[in-house]
């Protein structure tokens, strides 16, 4: 399995910008599909986006325009910038990795939306 270090979540206000990291421990080219979900409190987790190796990206409806994710091969880091966040924003963020038939899931990180 690949483990997934995810970073860069915290508290941020309205309108705000924060840069999520998740750090494979392999070559992430090897990795079809990369991807970021997140859970909020008392709903079930949800994709926010992801991409494939061969550089299709695909975003849920409420993200787009505001996030963006991609990979740097050379670090093995995928990152997610979340920009003109809002509360609602506000959830666990965990990110996914589809290799070979095989999941992994990093241990998530919180993203705090609040003024």
């Known amino acids: 399995q690949v483990q997934l270090v995810e970073s860069g979540g915290g508290l941020v206000q309205p309108g705000g910008s924060l840069r999520l990291s998740c750090a494979a421990s392999t070559n992430i080219f090897t990795i079809y599909r990369m991807g970021w979900y997140r859970q909020a409190p008392g709903k079930q987790r949800e994709l926010v986006a992801d991409s494939t190796n061969g550089g299709s990206t695909n975003y849920a409806e409420f993200v787009k325009g505001r996030f963006t994710i991609s990979r740097d091969s050379a670090k093995n880091t995928v990152f997610l910038q979340m920009n003109s966040l809002k509360p609602e924003d506000t959830a666990i963020y965990y990110c996914?990795?589809?290799?070979?038939?095989?999941?992994?899931w990093g241990q998530g990180t919180q993203v705090t939306v609040s003024s």
């Open positions: 996914k990795a589809d290799r070979w038939g095989s999941v992994s």
